[in-house]
């Protein structure tokens, strides 16, 4: 095979976007079968070409691999290319984005196929994939931030995709503006590094900043501070987590895409990217470890008491972020990474199963509603229970690796709070594989709790997804989208089996592969001594907490279903703020847009809006009416009046040329 | 020899009355003959100023501007003819079509 030459680079990108262009622009007017046919073609494409780009790689033992530097902005000195570069990091997002998108665009092609707005779809989805690939692909960090933007404005498409919808348009109008907090510390760093390094490309910052590391401790802290903010946005972490859960009212396979695989994690790469200055900065890796850890907890817990599926998913997802970012805390990047991809590839399966159920019920979304769907959709259900034994970490499931390598790094990690994050990340753990058995349970064991006929006809306003009008009962769905939840359920199978531990007779082959980007980073760890043995009770202490959860999953909802319903009505306080999710955003509301909509309101509106602008301009009108009544009385229209006016001119002209001299000389 | 200020001195007293008399009056033939009386009050100063210098060309200017103002009285009454003639008036506040 010829190597790839660096131009084809921006074909990855591209080819997305073309799709975007030809069904957002001819797609109204295209069969549902060319819509599709183009979508899936523009991202089997750009697939292709990463698995091209990966055997390059491979077969010439490159390390990094750049377009040419084309000057984007250029002013005095400053300039900004456009430029892609890929290297090993780069790699594994491609590949991520590109196969679980394209998977994803298959189970669309099905889930979609009856919805109004298919065109639309796929156009928004196509749009979305070249953000996506932008923001992996950029070499620096205003394209990147291009990329940034572009996925948070595809995701507020995808998100109010039903804008007939008020939830889903509000879902999407509060999507876009808690990431715009986000973004805002994204542009407060980039200002930073602008000042201080004059450059924004990935190679001369970090080529700077380990250059000179102690020269910029307190500089760096600052951007780095200012990083994580843009990632917790991006990322759904605290502070910034609450637009997550409610991305929900999306499409289901706009969830597993962009809310669970893909965009959610590019706050995870941006850190992992810039690891360079966060190594330098132990207290902002501090600030990510301990956000990454009471986030993960923090969600699990609510995860636990919600009744949507794909809320309870949701909030599964943001746990399972805060795992990640608690991994690039204690500079575990590449078990961060790992941990990235092998939750795109169970939580994308189990959106998508979700979807699936939710498909078989004619837009049921509540499991108090579901129950015994273990023998009527036999294939999503043995998906499913891949995915749910993967995240929950059970050998040799790819989430167990990838969970057990994070706890690990935590609790060997130099960090003084290392132990503390290793306990707050078991007790995740453990929350983890109760909620997702007690999903388990409630969807595919037990009684059956929907009435059958009227399944298909219950469909709520509150829920999305509006297959009423073709169910007929419960039914499996079609191949097009077990297709691809059977090879994600392969994938969630095996796709920890990269990066097995030493500890574990593996080789860790996933490590060494990032090694050339976070050959920096492993240093630190390096001087703990590598102990086996620790690593195996801890591997063996996770598996006791996912087996316990398991226990207690089946205690609770398949043999005593009443007992639940009792503990929770024993601690009805707790579960009360759980089902609230701690009223945040009912806090968030108070104390920040209530304020924000009052100072709208009385001040921006009444005062500066209504009095200044409107007044400025009325004042303005009013005196020019005034002067034109007053000047207007000169144009009489009388002849002679003119004439007068014209003598007077002429006399005060005169006397100017014959006195003015001399006042002048005067003074 | 009369000094030069005499000269000038009556063609500012015949330019005012000619201003006053066009500001003031509104029969067209009036402010007509008010143009005239201005026209030779200019002339006026030419001649003396002329003489002054003993430059001729001041004086050469006299013939073109009575020649200019010949012509214009030629034009001007025409006009003043037409407008009589439909209008049937000579006062100048009367004719005001143009104005608003």
């Not at chain 1, 999305?464 to 009423?468: E, I």
């Not at chain 1, 707790?574 to 703020?577: R, S, Y």
């Not at chain 1, 009385?633 to 229209?637: A, E, I, K, L, T």
């Not at chain 2, 100063?45 to 210098?53: G, L, N, R």
């Given at each position: 095979?010829?190597?790839m030459?660096?131009h084809l680079l921006w074909?990855?990108p591209?080819?997305p976007?073309a799709?975007?262009?030809a069904?957002?622009?001819?797609?109204?007017k295209?069969?549902?079968?060319?819509?599709?046919g183009i979508?899936l073609l523009?991202?089997?494409?750009p697939l292709?070409?990463?698995?091209?780009?990966?055997?390059t790689?491979?077969?010439e033992?490159?390390?990094?691999?750049?377009?040419?530097?084309?000057a984007?902005?250029?002013?005095?000195g400053?300039?900004?290319?456009?430029?892609?570069?890929?290297d090993?990091?780069?790699l594994?997002?491609l590949?991520?984005v590109?196969?679980?998108?394209f998977?994803?665009h298959?189970y669309?092609?099905?889930?979609?196929?009856h919805?109004?707005?298919?065109?639309?779809f796929?156009?928004?989805?196509n749009l979305?994939m070249f953000?996506m690939?932008t923001l992996v692909l950029?070499?620096?960090?205003?394209?990147?931030?291009v990329?940034?933007?572009g996925v948070g404005?595809?995701?507020?498409l995808?998100?109010g995709f039903?804008?007939?919808?008020?939830?889903?348009a509000n879902a999407g109008?509060?999507?876009f503006i808690?990431?715009?907090i986000?973004d805002?510390?994204f542009?407060l760093a980039m200002?930073l590094?602008?000042?201080?390094?004059?450059?924004?490309?990935?190679?001369?910052?970090?080529?700077?900043?380990?250059m000179?590391p102690?020269l910029?401790?307190g500089?760096?802290t600052?951007i780095a501070l200012?990083?994580?903010?843009?990632a917790t946005g991006k990322?759904?972490?605290i502070?910034l987590?609450i637009w997550?859960?409610?991305?929900?009212?999306?499409p289901?396979?706009?969830?597993?895409?962009i809310h669970?695989?893909?965009?959610?994690?590019?706050g995870?790469?941006?850190?992992a990217?810039?690891?360079?200055i966060?190594?330098?900065?132990?207290?902002?890796l501090?600030?990510?470890?301990i956000?990454?850890a009471a986030t993960?907890i923090?969600?699990?817990s609510?995860?636990?008491?919600?009744t949507?599926?794909?809320?309870?998913l949701a909030?599964?997802?943001?746990?399972q972020?805060g795992y990640?970012f608690?991994?690039?805390?204690v500079?575990?990047?590449?078990a961060?990474?790992?941990?990235l991809?092998t939750?795109a590839?169970?939580k994308?399966?189990?959106f998508l199963?979700?979807?699936?159920?939710?498909?078989?019920?004619g837009?049921e979304?509540?499991m108090?509603?579901?129950?015994g769907?273990r023998?009527?959709?036999p294939?999503?259900?043995?998906?499913?229970?891949?995915g749910?034994?993967?995240?929950?970490?059970?050998?040799?499931?790819?989430?167990f690796?990838?969970k057990?390598e994070?706890?690990?790094q935590?609790?060997a990690?130099?960090?003084?709070?290392?132990k503390?994050?290793w306990?707050?990340g078991?007790?995740?753990a453990l929350m983890?594989s109760?909620?997702?058995?007690?999903?388990?349970?409630?969807?595919?064991?037990?009684?059956?709790?929907?009435?059958?006929?009227?399944?298909?006809?219950?469909?709520?306003?509150?829920h999305?997804?509006?297959?009423?009008a073709?169910?007929?009962?419960?039914?499996e769905?079609p191949?097009?989208?077990?297709a691809?939840l059977?090879?994600?359920?392969l994938?969630?199978i095996?796709?920890?089996?990269?990066?097995?531990?030493k500890?574990l007779?593996?080789s860790?082959?996933?490590?060494?592969?990032?090694?050339?980007v976070?050959?920096?980073?492993?240093?630190p760890?390096?001087?703990?001594?590598?102990?086996?043995t620790?690593?195996?009770i801890?591997?063996?202490i996770?598996?006791?907490?996912a087996v316990?959860g398991?226990f207690?999953?089946d205690?609770f909802?398949?043999r005593?279903?009443?007992?639940a319903a009792?503990?929770s009505?024993s601690?009805?306080g707790?579960?009360?703020?759980l089902?609230?999710?701690?009223?945040?955003?009912?806090?968030?509301a108070?104390?920040i847009v209530m304020p924000?909509?009052?100072?709208s309101?009385?001040?921006l509106?009444y005062?500066v809006?209504?009095?200044?602008?409107?007044?400025?301009?009325?004042?303005?009108a009013?005196?020019?009416?005034g002067?034109?009544?007053v000047?207007r009385?000169?144009?009489?229209?009388n002849?002679?009046?003119?004439?007068g006016?014209?003598?007077?001119?002429?006399?005060?002209l005169?006397?100017?040329t014959i006195?003015g001299r001399a006042i002048?000389?005067?003074? | 020899?009369?000094?030069i200020?005499?000269?000038l001195?009556?063609?500012?007293?015949?330019?005012?009355?000619?201003v006053g008399s066009?500001?003031?009056k509104r029969?067209?033939i009036?402010?007509?003959?008010s143009?005239e009386?201005?026209?030779?009050?200019?002339?006026l100063?030419?001649?003396?100023?002329?003489?002054?210098?003993g430059?001729l060309?001041?004086?050469?200017f006299?013939?073109?501007?009575?020649v200019?103002?010949?012509?214009?009285a030629?034009?001007?009454?025409a006009?003043?003819i037409?407008?009589?003639r439909?209008?049937?008036?000579l006062?100048?506040?009367?004719?005001?079509?143009?104005?608003?």
């Open positions: 095979m010829t190597p030459s660096p074909l990855i591209l080819l976007f799709g975007f262009l069904n957002g622009l001819l797609g109204r295209l069969p549902r079968s060319a819509v599709s979508a523009c991202t089997a494409l292709a070409l990463v698995a091209w780009l990966v055997a790689f491979h077969a033992h490159l390390l990094s691999l750049m377009t040419g530097h084309h984007w902005i250029e002013i005095s400053f300039q900004v290319p456009y430029s892609l570069a890929v090993h990091l780069t594994v997002m590949t991520v590109t196969g679980v998108g998977l994803i298959v669309s092609a099905g889930y979609m196929a919805e109004e707005g298919y065109w639309r796929f156009a928004y989805l979305f953000f690939l950029a070499a620096n960090f205003l394209l990147l931030f990329g940034w933007e404005l595809a995701s507020y995808l998100i039903y804008f007939t919808k008020d939830a889903a109008k509060k999507a808690v990431n715009r986000g805002f510390g542009l200002f590094l602008i000042s201080h390094f004059g450059s924004l490309s990935f190679a001369s910052v970090f080529a700077q900043v380990s000179h102690a910029q401790g500089f760096l600052a200012f990083l994580v903010l843009g990322s759904a972490q502070p987590y997550l859960p409610d991305a929900m009212e999306g289901t396979p706009v969830s597993a895409l669970a695989a893909t965009m959610v994690t590019a995870i790469y941006m850190v990217r810039c690891h360079v966060f190594d330098q900065s132990p207290f902002a501090g600030v990510v470890a956000i990454g993960a923090f969600a699990a609510i995860g636990i008491v919600q949507d599926i794909k809320r309870v909030y599964s997802t943001v746990s972020l990640m608690l991994a690039c805390g500079a575990a990047y590449s961060a990474i790992f941990h991809v939750h590839f169970f994308a399966l189990l199963a979700a979807g699936s159920v939710i498909h078989a019920l837009g979304q509540d108090r509603r579901m129950g769907l023998h009527r959709i294939v999503t259900f043995w998906t499913m229970t891949a749910v034994f993967a995240i929950a970490g059970f050998p040799p499931l790819s989430g690796f990838s057990d994070i706890l690990y935590a609790f990690s130099p960090n003084p709070l290392g503390l994050l306990a707050v078991l007790l995740t983890t109760f909620y997702m058995f007690r999903l388990w349970y409630l969807t595919f064991f037990g009684a059956q709790r929907f009435e059958e006929h009227a399944a298909g006809h219950t469909h709520e306003a509150g999305d997804d509006a297959h009423a073709h169910s007929h009962g419960v039914h769905s191949w097009s989208m077990l691809p059977v090879i994600l359920a994938l969630a095996a796709g920890g089996w990269i990066g097995i531990p500890a007779g593996g860790n082959h996933f490590e060494h592969f990032l090694d050339p976070f050959a920096r980073a492993a240093e760890l390096s001087t703990v001594p590598v102990s086996y620790l690593e195996r801890l591997a063996c996770s598996v006791l907490a316990l398991l207690l999953a205690y909802y398949r005593r279903p009443d007992a009792k503990l009505r601690f009805s707790l579960h009360t703020t089902l609230h999710k701690y009223w945040v955003d009912e806090i968030y108070k104390i924000l909509m009052m100072l309101r009385y001040v509106f005062v809006d209504k009095g200044v602008v409107e007044g400025s301009a009325a004042t303005a009013a005196g020019t009416r002067l034109g009544s000047l009385r000169m144009q009489s229209g002849i002679r009046s003119y004439a006016w014209l003598a007077v001119g002429a006399a005060l005169l006397a100017v006195f002048l000389v005067r003074f | 020899m009369v000094p200020s005499y000269y001195v009556l063609a500012a007293i015949l330019f005012s009355i000619g066009f500001l003031i029969n067209v009036t402010i007509f003959m143009i009386l201005m026209l030779n009050a200019v002339n100063t030419f001649v003396a100023f002329a003489h002054m210098w430059n060309s001041g004086q050469i006299v013939f073109f501007v009575m200019v103002a010949a012509a214009e030629a034009v001007g009454l006009i003043i037409s407008i009589f439909t209008r049937e008036t006062s100048v506040d009367q004719v005001n079509l143009l104005k608003l």
